[in-house]
């Protein structure tokens, strides 16, 4: 029966392994020195992608991979500078979720050429202004200049896309730079199947923010909790401290990925009972509170209550279904007070 369970449980770890591995693809596409790779580590919230200082002069596109998203940052697509880049006349533009059209100053005319080969295939791009903090004009007000940008935007792609204001100069909060409503616009111009999956991923920079992000996360739990069933594995959860462990350890990653907090950042204090320590500790690395004991054991002592096998001698309360999804949720709140506080810390010091 432990080698059946055993099995089950590897078969359910690479199930929610392939439904990993199937991350959001976001192009960026736009002049050198646009801001693009600045945007990336705006959006992921970490130096994920190189800034350069000067204009960039690469050919070759730049990866960045980050545990839901990937970017790709596609430099000198302009044919009219590469025309020897193969790369960009076998450009399919059907492997991508996602398009931003990265801009600082006017569209350039190989943008809105890159656009059309883009929206012919019925993708969707967003068109980012960036370097707004750099917009001033003594004749005018910040809305009246947007407005202008937009319309001359629309002029050029057509009245129906959407335009966004940034900045990534770090003198102000990413709040007040359009970050917020940057993440606002993806999120919504992503099919919703993947939507919660961009909110996991994104930088909360707002308590808001934050709070979508806890939504998803929730919605996350739910869907490992059913990829669980669906492999069999609601009743065989409890058989097996260690296979529960595995499980636990990984839905754990999961929800600590989805609000940015490393296994350091979010560990609840020593454990009470020696045996849940040994259940907690040996095994996934996670530990488990004196209140999380507690309420486990309340849980556990329910109807849905199992007891399971022995550790190191000992009878112990075992997981079933249902106290693993109780111990995702507390986690989810472990992880979001943790976030809410760090956030209410940046916002106050001014960062980033
Ligand atoms: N003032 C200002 N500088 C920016 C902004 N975004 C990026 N930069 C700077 O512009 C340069 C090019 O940025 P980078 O992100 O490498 O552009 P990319 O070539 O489009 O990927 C770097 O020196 C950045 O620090 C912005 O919003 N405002
Ligand atoms: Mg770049």
Redesign the pocket.
């Known amino acids: 029966m432990a080698g059946d369970a055993k099995a089950l449980v590897s078969q359910f770890l690479q199930a929610w392994q392939r439904e990993r591995d199937h991350k959001i693809k976001i192009c960026l596409f736009?002049q050198?020195?646009?801001?693009?790779?600045?945007l990336i580590n705006e959006l992921a919230g970490q130096r994920v992608a190189r800034?350069?200082?000067d204009t960039?002069t690469t050919r070759q596109a730049q990866s960045v991979e980050c545990p839901d998203v990937i970017y790709v940052?596609l430099?000198g697509y302009d044919t009219s500078l590469f025309p020897e880049n193969a790369y960009f006349s076998a450009f399919n533009p059907l492997q991508y979720d996602l398009f931003l059209c990265?801009f600082a100053g006017k569209l350039h005319e190989a943008d809105v050429e890159f656009f059309g080969k883009i929206a012919r295939t019925g993708r969707v791009c967003l068109f980012v202004r960036?370097?707004?903090?750099?917009l001033y004009d003594p004749s005018c007000s910040l809305e009246e200049l947007e407005e202008k940008i937009t319309r001359d935007v629309h002029h050029l792609v057509g009245p129906r896309e959407q335009v966004v204001f940034?900045?990534?100069?770090r003198n102000r909060p990413a709040a007040e730079r359009g970050i917020p409503e940057l993440e606002r616009a993806m999120g919504a111009l992503l099919p919703e199947a993947q939507r919660d999956r961009f909110f996991r991923h994104a930088k909360a920079y707002t308590e808001e923010a934050l709070l979508v992000k806890r939504k998803a996360a929730e919605r996350s739990l739910k869907k490992f909790m059913v990829l669980a069933a669906a492999n069999g594995l609601n009743p065989v959860i409890g058989m097996d401290a260690a296979l529960d462990s595995q499980i636990l350890k990984s839905l754990y990653r999961a929800i600590r990925e989805a609000f940015g907090v490393s296994e350091k950042e979010v560990q609840p204090e020593g454990p009470s009972s020696q045996v849940v320590k040994k259940l907690a500790e040996g095994v996934t690395g996670e530990r488990v509170t004196k209140g999380l004991t507690w309420l486990l054991r309340k849980k556990a002592s329910g109807k849905v209550a199992k007891v399971i096998p022995v550790v190191g001698g000992a009878a112990v309360m075992g997981f079933n279904a249902g106290s693993m999804y109780f111990l995702g949720e507390k986690y989810i709140d472990a992880c979001w007070e943790y976030a809410l506080e760090r956030l209410q810390a940046e916002i106050q010091m001014g960062e980033p």
């Open positions: 736009g050198p020195g646009a801001g693009k790779s600045s800034v350069s200082q960039d940052d430099p990265v960036n370097k707004c903090d750099g940034t900045s990534c100069r």
